[in-house]
């Protein structure tokens, strides 16, 4: 971990549109500090884990709210071949490396500036040719847009100017009861995925696309996260629960629906559309109440879920995956939005 706290102050910078759903963002690590949305008795609660106290976000912390690069997810002993060349990585995550090394892009600050014609920011950063390991100087801009029909869109694009690989995703932490000491096991979860990525002991994919049918990997049709996370099964023990990777339905590479979770409760639903090949769900596996909670006590394991829109993990690695190789004069460019309902 390694934050150059002398440099720049955290920042916070809202969005808030007609329906008064709000937004805060922060300039260290594009971090979504807030998300307040309305239950369907109308009542605002926040829907993100994070801190109170925005210093909080100094300190270690499981990449709560934050932008994740230069390649999210885990890259095989941290060493990627490129045009002939051989690159190494920190290995941060036992022997592999994770979520872009030791000062990833949820850890630098960026640039932010109001959007002109939308009701957003725009954040940029520029990642240095040798940063963290990746080659080329990679500049990135994310739009964080909030629309008046309750959707978050969160607009990547990047360029460099040397071949390298990108995998860029947003870290939020989701809760939809607003209330951190409810786990999330309850909420009905549907991911448009047929298969997933069946991970090696290290939690790296085995490099096969494996069928959900029958297992409790199967969110196809909508069921609670809760209803198969205890179920003995090899991949749920190597991730301590869900932390796999799904293969979105998505021949065309379009924008499509990959998932929406809905809260009972208090009604609250969220749509995830994304352009990306896969849908990383965490359930906040590996929180272990060390961490304190913005509506009192500490964070523990199930207090979250992340749906990680992104390319396969260690596809640098595995020739049959998409590519996240980025040339030259070519321009990465990608869109996830969220969006929130209330049943
Ligand atoms: C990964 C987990 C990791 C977590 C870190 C997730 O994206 O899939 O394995 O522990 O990030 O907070």
């Known amino acids: 971990m390694s934050i150059d706290k002398t440099h720049k102050k955290i920042a916070i ?10 937004i805060d963002f922060q300039n260290l690590g594009g971090i979504i500090s807030s998300i307040k949305t309305p239950d369907r008795n109308g009542k605002l609660s926040d829907i993100i884990l994070g801190f109170e106290a925005p210093n909080q976000y100094l300190e270690e912390h499981p990449y709560f709210g934050a932008i994740v690069g230069r390649f999210a997810n885990r890259i095989a002993h941290g060493k990627f071949t490129l045009e002939g060349k051989e690159y190494s990585l920190a290995q941060n995550n036992g022997t592999n490396h994770l979520h872009g090394g030791l000062s990833g892009f949820d850890k630098v600050f960026w640039e932010v500036e109001p959007l002109e ?37 969160v607009k990547y694009q990047a360029h460099t100017d040397k071949t390298t690989v990108i995998n860029l995703t947003q ?16 909420h009905e979860l ?11 002991d290290t939690q790296i994919p085995l490099g096969n696309y494996q069928s959900v049918v029958g297992t409790p ?3 196809s049709t909508p069921k609670t996260i809760g209803k198969d996370i205890g179920a003995k099964d090899r991949q749920l023990k190597i991730g301590n629960g869900y932390d796999h990777c799904w293969v979105i339905n998505n021949p ?32 906040a596996n590996f929180l272990d109440n060390t961490l304190p909670s913005k509506t009192g ?8 879920f992340c749906l990680e829109t992104q390319h396969f993990p260690n596809a640098p690695n595995e020739p049959i995956f998409p590519t996240t190789i980025l040339k030259p004069g070519d321009m990465f460019a990608s869109e996830t939005w969220f969006q929130f309902s209330v049943k």
């Open 217 to 219: 990997f199967d969110f």
């Open 13 to 22: 910078h809202k969005l808030v549109n007609e329906n008064g759903i709000s």
């Open 171 to 186: 870290h939020s932490y989701f809760n939809l009861s607003g209330d951190f000491s409810n786990q999330i096991l309850d």
């Open 117 to 153: 014609n939308e009701n957003g920011i725009q954040i940029s950063y520029t990642s240095k040719d040798g940063e963290e390991g990746y080659p080329g100087n990679l500049s990135i801009t994310v739009d964080y847009v909030l629309t008046d029909d309750n959707t978050l869109k």
């Open 190 to 200: 549907l991911l448009n995925a047929d298969q997933y990525l069946p991970l090696d």
């Open 297 to 304: 006590g500490t964070y523990g394991p199930r207090s979250g």
């Open 252 to 283: 065309n590479n379009e924008i499509v629906k990959a998932a929406q979770v809905f809260h009972p409760d208090s009604g609250r639903t969220m749509d995830v559309y994304t352009d990306q090949p896969g849908m990383q769900l965490y359930t």
